[in-house]
């Protein structure tokens, strides 16, 4: 299954973007919690606990400079997937960003799951254009 964000806008240079969500500790607030059980942020990774679904983990699989961050499940997680922020120079202090979702899950739930993975990664998108890269 692919889902792909809407593209969204964010009022930075993408240098600056880039180097701040490259540290995972930073994406923190850009992540809702009001569906998490627990969450724990690292430099290279971090560590979701979802109700009714278990504990995922996310780690940076490959960071393109000012281009690309690819993050991936760990090796401990039920599921399998990579999540791809991509962002383009479009001018000063305008920045544009896509999230591309691919998920391994079987039928049944790749039905459950593909609207709420749809505003989840359309919310993050959002989310990226309001917070401050310092």
């Not at 479009?90 to 079987?106: G, H, Y």
Request: aromatic content about 8%.
């Amino acid at each position: 299954m692919k889902i792909e964000s809407h593209i969204g806008m964010i009022p930075e240079n993408e240098d600056r973007i880039f180097t701040f969500l490259s540290d995972f500790k930073n994406i923190e607030p850009l992540i809702p919690k009001e569906n998490l059980d627990s969450w724990e942020f690292h430099k290279d990774s971090c560590k979701l606990g979802i109700g009714g679904i278990g504990e995922i983990e996310l780690k940076v699989l490959e960071r393109e400079p000012y281009n690309l961050i690819k993050l991936g499940s760990g090796n401990d997680s039920a599921y399998a997937f990579t999540l791809w922020i991509q962002l383009k120079h479009a001018a000063e202090k305008d920045t544009r960003v896509r999230l591309t979702l691919k998920a391994d899950l079987n039928p049944l739930l790749q039905l459950m799951a593909k609207n709420p993975l749809q505003k989840f990664v359309d919310s993050l998108v959002d989310r990226m254009g309001t917070i401050q890269y310092s």
